[in-house]
C-alpha cells in the first residue's frame, strides 16, 4: 500500500527483498545505498538482534519522474534470510508494494531458495496479498560462482510463471541496478492503474 504524502509531494512504496539467508540481498541494498547520490536518499538504518538483521533506506530516484505531480520514494527493506525469523518476515512484507526475491546460484542452496519462496508466498497470502498479482521480480545471485545452476534450470524451478528475472552478482553490482529498477517500473505500472 503505496503512502501518499501530501505536504512533500511524494508518494512512497516499499520494495521488500526477500530470499534464503546469505544469497545477497544485503549485498544488494548496500549496493544501491553506496551508489546514490547523497542528496536522494536518507540514511541506512539496520535493525540488528543477536541473531537477525533488517536493513533499510528511502531513496527519490529524480529519474523515475512524477505520478500526476507527485514524486515517488522508494523505500527498500530487507528480510531476515532463515524462516526461523518468520514473524519478522511478516511484519516487513505490510504494506509491501514490491517484492525481489533474490535466488542464490549455487546447487547447494537449490532446496534453501525453494523453501523461501513458498514462505514468501505464505506470508503474503497472509498479508492479503497474492505473488501472481502483486508487482514483483527475481534476481539469480551469486552468477560469479563456480557450483552454480543454470539459468535455465533455475527459471524452471523458481521462475514457472515467467516474472522478470536477472543474473546478478551483488557484490560487484552486476544486475543491481536492473533488478531494482524493474521492481521500480512494475510498481508504477500497478499504481499507474489505480490499484
Known amino acids: ?15 521488500v527483498y526477500y530470499g534464503p539467508g546469505l544469497c545477497g540481498k544485503t549485498t544488494n541494498l548496500q549496493f544501491v545505498y553506496k551508489k546514490t547520490a547523497p542528496e536522494a536518499k536518507g540514511k541506512m538504518i539496520s535493525l540488528a538482534t543477536e541473531t ?4 533499510f533506506f528511502d531513496f527519490l530516484p529524480l529519474a523515475l519522474g512524477e505520478i500526476k505531480g507527485f514524486k515517488t520514494r522508494f523505500h527498500l527493506y530487507t528480510v531476515p534470510g532463515q524462516v526461523f525469523y518468520d514473524a519478522s518476515r511478516k511484519l516487513i ?8 526475491f533474490v535466488a542464490d546460484s549455487q546447487e547447494e542452496r537449490m532446496d534453501a531458495n525453494a523453501e523461501s519462496l513458498d514462505n ?8 492479503g496479498y497474492d505473488l501472481n498479482k502483486i508487482p514483483y521480480v527475481i534476481q539469480y545471485n551469486k552468477r560469479d560462482l563456480a557450483s552454480i545452476v543454470s539459468l535455465d534450470e533455475l527459471r524452471r524451478e523458481l521462475n514457472p510463471t515467467g516474472v522478470p528475472d536477472f543474473e546478478a552478482c551483488a557484490t560487484t553490482g ?3 541496478f536492473e533488478t531494482l529498477k524493474a521492481i521500480a517500473k512494475l510498481i508504477l505500472i500497478d499504481m499507474k492503474k489505480g490499484k
Not at 500500500?1 to 520494495?15: L, Q, V
Open 1 to 15: 500500500m503505496s503512502f501518499i504524502n501530501y505536504a512533500s509531494r511524494e508518494i512512497n512504496c516499499k520494495i
Open 52 to 55: 537477525e538483521r533488517t536493513l
Open 93 to 100: 512484507l505490510k504494506g509491501v508494494d514490491g517484492v525481489v
Open 120 to 127: 514468501l508466498g505464505i506470508n503474503l497470502q497472509e498479508q
Open 174 to 176: 552486476e544486475g543491481v
